[in-house]
């Protein structure tokens, strides 16, 4: 007995000391986010700041316009999000539950266009972007990730679930196409709706490299880059851009605790197939 | 004469009658996703082929001298382009089995603790989700060298300070300890999900024949888990193969402080983004594309053949 | 409301690679009358369940036509049909209560919510399902899942009610119960309806009129009582009836019919001709064991408990019989007996084509 309660002790300790390995960059970010510059840059390093203040974030919304990035963010986030969850009911219903001739030919091409990846799209899409007068605008963000064939995969996969009976007892009913999608499958399919939609709406917060090469002016930058810019407006503050990097992780890390195991679940379900 | 055939037919139904109308559905339905799927992938992917293969593409005037193999020349021959191999191979091969090592424990461990599971899923999980550019920030902070923490820790140890960001011996070690640290989450969970699908028959039967804690692990365990292990690793060396974004922050924009830390992606972005070379960036993507294609080849052959698993 | 059907024929591509065409009904032709019972019964693979979903117009027909009453629906979709369908596994809608389940047809239509409400609950009473309005499907058992699929099927009035296996989810006291509420429901609400069943017992206890198919060709469409007494070929008889109808094969002579692996002659009053190989098939019933005049040697093999008969299972020849016999009867096993045949229950079919004389 003695043993075994040993063993979980040691395990749970373990586990313990891990998470907090884990956390703990985040952890440090809001520690050292709340500090004075002098404290900041004391050594040996204080663990809690010894006169919290927020001075820094009154600094970051002040220097840089992160409400405007913010704003942006959560423009970009929406609609992109919303728009690719209304591409993606409708084109996983229509490989699932529509019959053509060539409908199993043309997924499986498109499942194999998931292995392109997607740096080697930007070259022509940049110049797309370009093209299409969509330089330097919000929709430049949005438009060129709303058809994901891998949510498609995902939310077909479970349509494909729901019994062929359904389908025939609403169309008996007198329900359309588009009612019983709508009506049934929609409502059926939930909760894998709700966890694509939490990926795909990470995704969007956090992406990167893309609006740097589409965006230009700080008018119509998102958040990460708002913040990657800060480092020049900051300097070597890092209590300044620790504060910064706080407005963009905390509503992330706000979600995540609410919606944490619709989200992994989420990633264990499409992590090996894509 | 034969009663109560158990035969049960298998039909298709062929004479479903083909009508515009049982046409117009569907492609009205998929003409969204198709046209962004055309226009932002389709599209881009066959101009990517064909500009690998474009000789002397004028960026500007879209001329270009002909097909060959000149661009894949030109790179290969390219020091940069092949130091960009050689240190996306050196990553991947340290982060991925490092991450893969450390994840198991914790996948085993989080598997078997009964409370606090939450708690400990979240502080696993949270850097999965949270964004790569303020991560990158959060990793300058720690590596600076005169306040940053690493340095203090090593202090402790008696080493003297590093410029972890800053000399060249030490920034391969740097972005190996922040790609494992980020690469945790996702393979535990994964990793996490494999073991629970195992039935816990085969640890009672163990257990039962007096198995101990160590021989369940390495002769249920990991042989059980192995087509997860397998399936995880090739995920990640693909993602691995991709590092960039992390790089690009952590060293503001620049591939290493001495130029030393290209990597494939890196050298894509930097040929066409700042030397205008769409050609060399169009065939670094298509060697990208070949890697990525081959284990993707891979990862099906081997979810095929332990299929019986799932 | 009566359906007519004439010649519907039903053809699928196999799904091996020959491509040849599988007929799953074969020009079938059949009038059901107004309001009665009518089951669609047969062995897996007969086509009966594609009967059943030509009629609902899930499935489009090969040739042949559809009419209810007398408009011609062959090419209606399945909405334009006025029927209700109740699958095997219910098809209830997961996500939404009772209520709403049997509501959902109005609702397609448009009608007002409170006379929606006001008829969901009109029709839950009398599937008695009204106490569970509120539950999701999950909550519920098998059999009350059964009611609420059936009153989603009445609410909109169909004029043909389609039943696909409607019992075989459940389990056997349940089935039984059950097989008599849907023959209440149907009297009830007064409505035609189709029920496709594999369980002769099933088909025989509750409806009027029995369709047997056998590979897609229709056997014989009678009356329930009909099917039994008179059954057409050797396959009906052999079909309908528990336990199954005894099988004599032999020649037939003007004397009796000579049986095979044994000496004597059975007599039989059916004529057929001389020489002829047939079977002679008797219900269990029709066995006599006490009687003087009987003349077949036969052997016991075994004796099972039914309640207020025996079960005898005997031999004559090396052909296995059964029969029921009062519980007085002083048989053991490996008692040898004389045994004769009532002329009611007892057919005789031409061995090769199971045409009955």
């Known amino acids: 007995m003695k043993k075994i309660k040993f063993g979980t002790i040691a395990r749970y300790t373990l586990l313990a000391i891990g998470g907090i390995i884990m956390i703990f960059p985040f952890i440090w970010m809001l520690i050292s986010s709340l500090k004075t510059w002098a404290e900041c840059g004391s050594m040996p390093p204080t663990w809690w700041p010894k006169d919290p203040t927020f001075e820094n974030y009154v600094y970051a919304f002040k220097t840089a316009p992160f409400l405007k990035y913010f704003r942006n963010s959560l423009i970009v986030t929406v609609v992109c999000t919303s728009i690719t969850m209304i591409n993606t009911i409708l084109c996983a219903f229509t490989f699932s539950r529509l019959k053509f001739p060539g409908r199993d030919l043309i997924f499986s091409i498109m499942v194999s266009l998931m292995m392109i990846p997607y740096e080697m799209l930007i070259i022509t899409n940049y110049t797309t972007i370009v093209k299409l007068k969509l330089y330097d605008t919000l929709a430049a963000l949005i438009i060129p990730f709303t058809s994901s064939i891998f949510y498609t995969y995902i939310l077909r996969n479970f349509f494909l679930s729901i019994p062929d009976s359904l389908y025939y007892s609403a169309r008996i009913d007198g329900a359309s196409n588009w009612q019983y999608l709508w009506e049934v499958m929609v409502p059926i399919a939930k909760p894998s709706l709700v966890t694509i939609g939490l990926l795909n709406a990470l995704t969007c917060w956090n992406s990167f490299m893309w609006s740097i090469l589409v965006v230009g002016s700080v008018e119509n930058r998102t958040l990460p880059f708002g913040l990657f810019a800060f480092t020049d407006q900051a300097g070597v503050r890092f209590e300044r851009l620790m504060a910064g990097s706080s407005i963009v992780v905390i509503p992330v890390i706000i979600l995540f605790l609410f919606c944490r195991k619709q989200i992994v679940t989420g990633v264990s379900k499409g992590g090996l197939k894509g | ?310 | 409301m009566k359906v007519t059907i004439k010649d519907l024929t039903k053809k699928f591509a196999s799904r091996d690679k020959t491509g040849e065409m599988v007929t799953a009904v074969d020009t079938l032709s059949a009038e059901f009358e107004s309001g009665k019972l009518i089951a669609l019964l047969g062995p897996s693979g007969c086509g009966k369940s594609t009967m059943l979903n030509m009629l609902s117009g899930i499935l489009p027909v090969t040739s042949g036509k559809i009419y209810f009453d007398d408009v011609d629906v062959t090419d209606l979709s399945p909405d334009k049909r006025e029927v209700g369908l109740v699958f095997q596994n219910y098809a209830l809608y997961p996500h939404m209560t009772v209520l709403e389940n049997i509501c959902f047809p109005l609702k397609i239509k448009k009608v007002p919510k409170a006379e929606r409400i006001e008829k969901a609950v009109e029709i839950a009473k009398m599937v008695h399902i009204e106490d569970y309005l509120k539950r999701l499907p999950k909550e519920l058992s098998g059999g009350q899942q059964q009611r609420v699929a059936i009153a989603r099927a009445l609410v909109k009035k169909p004029k043909l009610l389609l039943l696909d296996e409607p019992l075989s989810n459940l389990d056997a006291k349940l089935r039984v119960e059950m097989r008599e509420e849907i023959r209440r429901i149907q009297r009830e609400s007064g409505v035609t309806t189709v029920f496709v069943t594999h369980d002769q017992e099933e088909a025989t206890s509750i409806s009027d009129y029995i369709l047997l198919m056998k590979l897609g060709v229709m056997q014989q469409f009678s009356a329930t009582r009909e099917i039994y007494n008179n059954p057409g070929n050797l396959f009906v008889a052999d079909f309908i009836g528990n336990p199954t109808i005894n099988q004599i094969h032999g020649t037939y002579t003007a004397d009796g019919i000579k049986a095979d692996g044994c000496d004597e002659l059975i007599p039989c009053a059916i004529k057929a001709n001389e020489g002829d190989r047939v079977v002679f098939a008797v219900r269990p019933e029709a066995v006599i064991f006490e009687n003087e005049k009987n003349t077949v040697n036969a052997t016991v093999n075994d004796l099972y408990s039914s309640g207020k008969d025996w079960l005898v299972n005997f031999m004559i020849g090396d052909t296995d019989l059964r029969g029921y016999c009062d519980a007085d009867f002083n048989v053991s096993e490996g008692s040898k007996i004389k045994v004769g045949f009532k002329e009611k229950g007892a057919f005789l079919f031409n061995e090769a084509t199971g045409e009955r004389y």
């Open chain 2, 1 to 310: 004469m034969a009663v109560r055939e158990k035969k049960v037919r298998k039909y298709k139904d062929s004479d479903e009658k083909i009508t515009a109308r049982s046409l117009i559905t569907p492609f009205v339905f998929s003409l969204p996703f198709m046209i962004g799927l055309l226009i932002f992938t389709v599209y881009p992917f066959i101009r990517a082929v064909l500009l690998s293969f474009m000789e002397d593409y004028r960026f500007l005037s879209g001329k270009f001298s002909g097909y060959g193999l000149g661009n894949y020349t030109a790179i290969f021959s390219d020091p940069n382009f092949i130091n960009a191999l050689k240190s996306t191979t050196k990553y991947v091969l340290i982060v991925v089995p490092t991450s893969l090592v450390i994840s198991i424990l914790v996948a085993v461990g989080l598997n078997n603790v009964k409370k606090l599971q939450g708690l400990f899923q979240t502080a696993y999980f949270l850097p999965m989700v949270t964004s790569a550019t303020a991560v990158g920030m959060i990793f300058r902070w720690l590596y600076d060298y005169d306040y940053g923490l690493f340095n203090y820790f090593i202090g402790f140890l008696g080493i003297d300070k590093i410029h972890w960001l800053a000399d060249v011996k030490y920034t391969m070690a740097s972005i190996c300890i922040y790609g494992i640290w980020s690469m945790l989450p996702f393979t535990i969970i994964l990793l996490l999900a494999g073991l629970q699908n195992i039935d816990p028959i085969y640890y009672t039967a163990a257990r039962a024949d007096g198995a101990k804690s160590k021989d369940i692990f390495f002769n249920i365990t990991i042989p059980l888990l192995a087509p997860t292990i397998i399936l995880t690793s090739i995920v990640n060396v693909m993602s691995a193969f991709k590092v960039y974004d992390s790089l690009f922050v952590l060293y503001g924009a620049k591939p290493g402080p001495a130029f030393n830390l290209y990597t494939v992606i890196y050298y894509l972005y930097d040929q066409f983004w700042n030397k205008n070379k769409l050609g060399y960036a169009a065939a670094s993507a298509m060697i990208l594309f070949v890697i990525i294609a081959l284990f993707t080849l891979l990862q099906n052959l081997i979810t095929r053949k332990t299929n019986y698993y799932n």
